[in-house]
T-cell receptor, first 117, second 116 residues
């Protein structure tokens, strides 16, 4: 089956620094990827839709200047949390849409746990 | 905007029993997709079952089946012959049919515990 990877699986950074999270589709091309955020014991919330070759679409309430998304190729999207603060600590999950399936399937990465100290 | 509601924060049943998880949703769209995802302690999201709104027949996948009531906007998941490995968070999710650019809207989840 289709595989989506995320790197790193966990990261600790100091307040004020930036951290980049990668999402890769390993065996299929993905023009669209999605970024979700999950706080402890809560549900997943869609943050943004990442489109290859164009600007990301952010959900209402998500600061686009804080969460920079770049989808530079058909297999890679990156989420950069800029000037991270403790309240940005969360579990970030990406998913990727497989163009080759009808209706399209969406596969999830294993997630990245971000802790800001 | 669509909303997804799961009213059971936690459920506990004995192994081999049947359990039903509830989900209701609200949308103005006529065509859409509904999903149940399982999230075990590893936190990897695993697709359990999918239902396409234009299909009247309820989806089934081995021990998992749904009761899809479109008019009532209800989408429950039934797990038969429950196993210890079914212990996990279960999320109901909605996706519109807007050209493939729709992310998922999730409910708050139900923590299912299967007791030995």
């Amino acid at each position: 089956g289709a595989v989506v990877s995320q790197h790193p699986s966990w990261v600790i950074c100091k307040s004020g620094t930036s951290v980049k999270i990668e999402c890769r589709s390993l065996d299929f091309q993905a023009t669209t990827m999605f970024w979700y955020r999950q706080f402890p014991k809560q549900s997943l919330m869609l943050m943004a839709t990442s489109n290859e070759g164009s600007k990301a679409t952010y959900e209402q309430g998500v600061e686009k200047d804080k969460f920079l998304i770049n989808h530079a190729s058909l297999t890679l999207s990156t989420l950069t949390v800029t000037s991270a603060h403790p309240e940005d600590s969360s579990f970030y999950i990406c998913s990727a849409r497989d163009l080759g399936t009808v209706p399209y399937e969406q596969y999830f990465g294993p997630g990245t746990r971000l802790t800001v100290t | 905007a669509q909303t997804v509601t799961q009213s059971q924060p936690e459920m506990s049943v004995q192994e081999a029993e049947t359990v039903t998880l509830s989900c209701t949703y609200d949308t103005s769209e006529s065509n859409y997709y509904l999903f149940w995802y399982k999230q075990p302690p590893s936190r990897q999201m695993i697709l359990v079952i999918r239902q396409e709104a234009y299909k009247q027949q309820n989806a089934t996948e081995n021990r998992f089946s749904v009761n899809f009531q479109k008019a009532a906007k209800s989408f429950s998941l039934k797990i038969s012959d429950s196993q210890l490995g079914d212990t996990a968070m279960y999320f109901c999710a909605f996706r519109g049919s807007g050209g493939g650019a729709d992310g998922l809207t999730f409910g708050k989840g139900t923590h299912l515990i299967i007791q030995p």
